[in-house]
């Protein structure tokens, strides 16, 4: 890790240590020394030059982070400090002392494939919202893909049917919306001839929030061979790199890892390999997919919470490569049929609670509930998965 010199640390992470200051000087637990020449004023904004060791030390001190947390967030103990080590720092502590919602909610489905599917999914979301004696403020909704039947169809109507349908029930939520297979002809209302703007890549920051939601961007150019793009497997490796590891961070793609022969052909990605690499290590990982609701795959209503083994390249009929995963891995059910088309039974929805766990002075693990619920809002499958520093646990 390379040491840069105190005048240039100030200029190089002003930024990031003025976020520190200002989130540090708003959280009444912690006494605030001296970090400088001056202070902040009562707009929350730094007027003067920063002692950056200071910083470091105040966090070392004041959050009490153990060498091994400090360690684990790849943070040089040397008592120097880079721009690396603030980064890392204040992905350590933002989530510790902010004032950040400490219960986040989200809802996902994909394979809508027409107004039926928008009909079910609002079933499921009403008949959840009305089961708690106080209904629960939902953070975030997010569809996977697949909206109309066709594969040709340049029309956005059904993706506003979805949103119309998430702010009946949730008026403040603008659903976010990844692309599937069926998807790659439909153009934007707003600009005609353009693509629709699907969500993809980082859409919650677990740097301002308290988990992270990831939407992969597929390869689906040519429908019949879809894949991951290794440029966003990378982009993910990154990302992953700086997320603490008792941080749940939700993954979202309309295809799956694994493998397994359809009725008519082999679903496989080449990329599968990949991905799993760069996935198994991060046990905080909660990874949700569609796609394969119509195939009878056996997978689709056996979730693996915490991990298990998937078989991700197709050999023959009786045999497949397998890989051993220590991350959560599950279908998000699909709105149009459940995954199961002759019964109402199946999973049309999933919903998952995100459990902020604060131990001491700072939140260092997470409770995260998931519920699969049937077009009915009946609980097909759930588990408690409890994350912390060492691993994910089911309890």
């Not at 930024?15 to 637990?29: G, I, M, Q, Y």
């Not at 109507?157 to 659903?175: G, L, M, R, S, T």
Request: glycine fraction near 6%; charge should be negative; aromatic fraction near 10%.
């Amino acid at each position: 890790m390379k040491h840069i010199g105190k005048k240039s640390a100030r200029r190089a992470v002003l930024c990031v240590a003025t976020a520190l200051l200002v989130n540090l000087a708003s959280a009444t637990v912690f006494a605030t020394p001296a970090l400088g020449s001056g202070d902040i004023n009562d707009d929350g904004v730094v007027t003067v030059d920063v002692d950056v060791q200071a910083v470091y030390e105040f966090v070392y001190q004041g959050i009490q982070l153990s060498e091994a947390q400090l360690a684990a967030a790849d943070v040089d103990l040397d008592g120097d400090v880079d721009n690396d080590d603030l980064e890392h720092i204040y992905f350590y502590t933002s989530g510790a002392v902010r004032a950040l919602p400490v219960k986040n909610r989200l809802f996902l489905t994909a394979d809508v494939h027409e107004t039926q599917g928008v009909t079910n999914f609002s079933n499921v979301m009403q008949n959840t919202y009305w089961s708690y004696t106080v209904p629960e403020v939902m953070s975030q909704v997010i569809f996977g893909g697949d909206y109309d039947n066709t594969l040709t169809d340049v029309s956005a109507d059904i993706e506003q049917e979805c949103n119309d349908a998430v702010q009946q029930i949730y008026p403040d939520i603008n659903p976010y919306m990844a692309q599937g297979n069926h998807d790659q002809k439909t153009q934007d209302p707003d600009n005609p001839g353009a693509p629709y703007p699907y969500n993809k890549g980082l859409v919650v920051d677990p740097a301002n929030s308290n988990y992270g939601v990831y939407i992969m961007d597929i390869d689906a150019a040519d429908i019949w061979n879809i894949d991951f793009r290794q440029t966003d497997i990378d982009h993910l490796a990154r990302l992953l790199d700086y997320v603490p590891s008792y941080v749940p961070f939700v993954i979202v793609s309309h295809i799956p890892i694994h493998s397994f022969k359809a009725s008519y052909v082999v679903r496989e990605y080449p990329h599968a390999e990949a991905l799993i690499d760069v996935l198994n290590g991060h046990h905080n990982v909660i990874f949700l997919y569609g796609h394969n609701h119509s195939q009878k795959d056996p997978m689709y209503f056996n979730p693996l919470y915490g991990g298990g083994t998937i078989p991700y390249n197709y050999v023959s009929d009786t045999q497949s490569d397998t890989a051993n995963i220590d991350f959560s891995y599950l279908t998000m059910g699909a709105a149009k049929d459940g995954g199961n088309d002759t019964s109402p039974d199946g999973v049309y929805a999933v919903r998952i609670s995100l459990d902020k766990i604060r131990t001491g002075a700072y939140y260092d693990s997470s409770d995260v509930h998931i519920n699969s619920y049937d077009v009915d809002g009946d609980i097909q499958n759930s588990a408690t998965i409890h994350i912390d520093y060492s691993g994910a646990y089911v309890q």
